[in-house]
């Protein structure tokens, strides 16, 4: 089955600071959508960005289907970022269920 | 409009015990999906209803997880003699019906937090 893989799997932050997450997937793919999960658990979703830029204040996505990679960018990072980033990718054959990278843990100091 | 609601948030229960997790879906949403995550993981997809087919299955770790969903309504998910190894979060998400040019995002409840003892 199709495998998703994300990196760096940990990332720590200065408040301010800019990153870029990334997220690399085996097989074609009809769309994706990234989350935040906040430290409460709650997952929250960013984009559903199957192919080119999306941009959400100082979050941004960009995904570039033929190469298989997408990747999330947090500008001017708030301690309110922190918590874990997933992507994740619908299998349409199998109803859309989504096969989930194992996560970015991103920690913002102030 | 209304999320995605779970209940319990927490639920703790004494190992061999059965234990039953409910989900609402967003209004008009006729998928509906639980997934599972365990401490420290991602997610895995434990089992998809959409409409009135027949549900996928596929992702049920053992003969002791199952689950109903009534028409476009409500899901419950049980697990029958519970085991410490099934201590994780049980998410439940919802999407609209697939039609072209349509999304397919889909929404996720906050989560009941299952600890076996």
């Known amino acids: 089955g199709i495998q998703v893989e994300q990196s760096p799997p940990d990332l720590i932050l200065q408040e301010g600071a800019n990153s870029t997450l990334r997220c690399n997937f085996s097989d074609s793919v009809n769309n994706l959508q990234w989350f935040h999960q906040n430290p409460w658990g709650q997952l929250i979703n960013l984009f559903y960005?199957?192919?080119g830029t999306k941009q959400n204040g100082r979050l941004s996505a960009t995904t570039v289907a033929t190469e298989r990679y997408s990747l999330l960018y947090i500008s001017s990072s708030q301690t309110t970022d922190s918590g874990v980033y997933f992507c994740a990718v619908p299998l349409m054959e199998y109803g859309n269920k989504l096969v989930f990278g194992a996560g970015t843990i991103l920690r913002v100091k102030s | 409009g209304a999320g995605v609601s779970q209940s319990p948030s927490n639920k703790v229960t004494e190992k061999g015990k059965d234990v039953e997790l409910r989900c609402d879906p967003i209004?008009?949403?006729?998928?509906l999906y639980w997934y599972r995550q365990r401490l420290g993981q991602g997610l895995e997809f434990l089992i998809y209803?959409?409409?009135?087919?027949?549900?996928?299955k596929s992702g049920l770790p053992s003969d002791r997880f199952s689950a109903e969903r009534t028409g476009e309504s409500v899901s419950t998910l049980t697990i029958q003699r519970t085991q410490q190894e099934d201590s994780a979060v049980y998410l439940c998400?919802?999407?609209?019906?697939?039609?072209?040019?349509?999304?397919?995002?889909?929404?996720f409840g906050p989560g009941t937090r299952l600890t076996v003892l």
């Open positions: 209004s008009g949403h006729t998928a």
């Open positions: 209803f959409q409409g009135n087919s027949a549900p996928d």
């Open positions: 998400a919802s999407r609209l019906p697939r039609h072209r040019g349509r999304s397919v995002e889909q929404f």
């Open positions: 960005i199957p192919s």
